[in-house]
């Protein structure tokens, strides 16, 4: 199982996956927005998205819960 | 000129100001949830919240803005860069209303605003311009059979786009495939106009650009060069003036294009002619004009000794500015603009967050435009330029050693910042050599 958390505080621009799809290593997940810059969220590792923390327009921390990989 | 609103935020509305107010104009901020607690509203005689923190509620809502010049009885508004800076529709409201537009006529700056009509324009004014699309480009059958009168590599450029958000380079009709659709969706997303254009693409190039000032009798003058050749993600990192990559005669001819670029849409108050310098070559053609006053227009005030915020409050209030237009100051020693980034070092990735120390350096030759003080919050709302590290020095060697020190003296705690990247840049070989191009942190990071 593996966290996939924010690495700097930004708003969710765009959502590209839900919670049961099957993923793998290097799918990007969602697209973060900060500082006038698109930064793509992947996953690190093959697997289904057990738990889906945001929703597109969410403003999140760093470190705040993105998705859960198992 | 009694009262100035100053439609933007952080290092710029501070620096624009603090010149209105030395020269004894009441000045007015407008400002953001997020900002509330920033320098700039504090140092303004007085200030109105226009809005909810995301850029779209409040800095680029002109309704906000509007009701603000209102409520305040602003007698001019001065927009920075970005933002509304090059809104023509917002210029124009703002002249409707009676109150003095601090920059070029809405016409001015629709002709320059639209990239693809900028450079048939420059190019029947005589202005030198690239190989390139003289129409937007409709879809990607379209834009490979263009690449291929053109000749790869091409540059893909959203047409009313700026800062480098959509730009990309193709080699190859694969690669221009994917990189028009990129460019278009981001050309939709960020300036609601999907068109784009392609252009020749320089492998070794610079980017030199022109300052440039229309005065109101109508006189244009060009106010030296600047290089901006240090870039990531195709946006300014750093830049200098002069630039040590041309020669007198390529200076004159430089100058001279500028000039007739803003006499030909009948240019009035502060402009930037960007022109792209092709390394191997010698040749320089037109890229873009901005019709606003630019990020690093301090370089630019450091090697003439000029006041450029001074100069366009004197000019859109139709007076003389402070210098003989005739022989316009030359630039006297070296200066050097570093942008100070809340960004790792390494990919450049931003990094919000709470400010815990903020130390500037001081001395002789040195100056910092800073939109953040200890304390402040760095929000993941706006772009990440916490502020301006500005030398000035006798020669090149002496302005990168002055900038050397002036690094070393800069303590930023809290967000990441870019500091220790301009450790790197200013010990890089090729960077302190001067014969470098926009190649450069690339091949740093590679």
Redesign the interface.
């Known amino acids: 199982m593996a966290e996939v958390r924010a ?5 969710v621009w765009k959502v590209l996956v839900k919670a049961g799809d099957s993923v793998s290593d290097g799918d990007t997940l969602v697209i973060l ?5 698109e ?1 793509p969220v992947v996953a690190e590792e093959d697997g289904t998205v057990s738990e889906l923390a945001v929703s597109e327009g969410d ?1 999140i921390d ?1 470190d705040d819960l993105i998705a859960v990989i198992s | 000129m009694e009262s100035l609103l100053v439609a933007n935020r952080g290092e710029i509305a501070r620096r624009i100001i603090r010149t209105a107010n030395a020269l004894g104009i009441r000045t007015i901020a407008v400002f953001s949830e997020a900002d509330a607690d920033l320098p700039f509203v504090g140092e303004a005689t007085e200030s109105v919240c226009i809005g909810a923190s ?1 850029p779209a509620d409040s800095y680029l809502n002109v309704d906000a803005v509007m009701a603000a010049i209102e409520a305040t009885g602003a007698q001019a508004v001065h927009p920075g860069y970005g933002f509304l800076s090059e809104n023509a529709d917002f210029a124009q409201r703002v002249t409707d209303a009676g109150v003095i537009w601090v920059g070029p006529s809405p016409t001015a700056m629709r002709e320059m605003g639209d990239k693809i009509a900028a450079r048939n324009r420059m190019q029947a004014a005589g202005v030198p311009v690239a190989p390139g699309t003289p129409d937007p480009v409709p879809d990607v059958a379209a834009a490979l059979v263009a690449a291929n009168e053109i000749g790869y590599p091409v540059m893909v450029k959203a047409a009313a786009g700026g ?1 480098g ?1 959509g730009m990309s380079a193709a080699y190859n009709d694969d690669e221009l495939a994917s990189a028009f659709e990129t460019a278009k969706t981001r050309a939709q997303r960020f300036f609601s106009d999907p068109s784009i254009l392609l252009e020749k693409y320089v492998a070794r190039a610079r980017h030199v650009e022109v300052q440039i000032l229309g005065l109101a009798d109508g006189t244009v003058v060009a106010l030296g060069e600047r290089d901006c050749s240090v870039q990531r ?1 195709h946006q300014k990192v750093a830049e200098e003036s002069p630039s040590p990559a041309i020669d007198s005669a390529t200076r004159a001819a430089l100058l001279d294009a500028a000039v007739k670029a803003g006499e030909a849409v009948d240019y009035r108050n502060a402009g930037t002619v960007e022109m792209l310098f092709d390394v191997d070559t010698g040749e320089s053609w037109f890229l873009e004009m901005n019709t606003r006053l630019q990020v690093e227009h301090p370089v630019t005030e450091l090697v003439t000794g000029l006041d450029l915020v001074a100069e366009q409050l004197r000019i859109a209030s139709g007076e003389e500015v402070s210098f003989d237009a005739m022989n316009p100051p030359p630039a006297q020693g070296h200066a050097l603009e570093l942008r100070v980034y ?2 790792d070092p390494k990919r450049f ?5 709470a400010i815990t120390e903020w130390n500037e350096p001081t001395g002789s030759g040195v100056r910092v435009d800073s939109g953040y003080a200890n304390g402040n919050v760095v ?6 330029l916490l502020a301006k590290l500005i030398v000035h020095g006798e020669t090149r060697e002496a302005a990168l050693d002055r900038a050397r020190s002036a690094v070393a003296e800069f303590t930023v705690v809290g967000p990441k910042n870019n500091l220790p990247f301009f450790v790197e840049l200013l010990d890089n070989a090729e960077f302190s050599s001067g014969d470098y191009d926009t190649g450069l942190i690339n091949r740093m990071r590679s």
């Open positions: 690495e700097m505080s930004a708003n927005e900060s500082m006038k810059m930064i403003n760093e | 995301p800062g958000i993600r809340a960004e990735f931003p990094g919000p967050g929000t993941p709302f706006y772009d990440p």
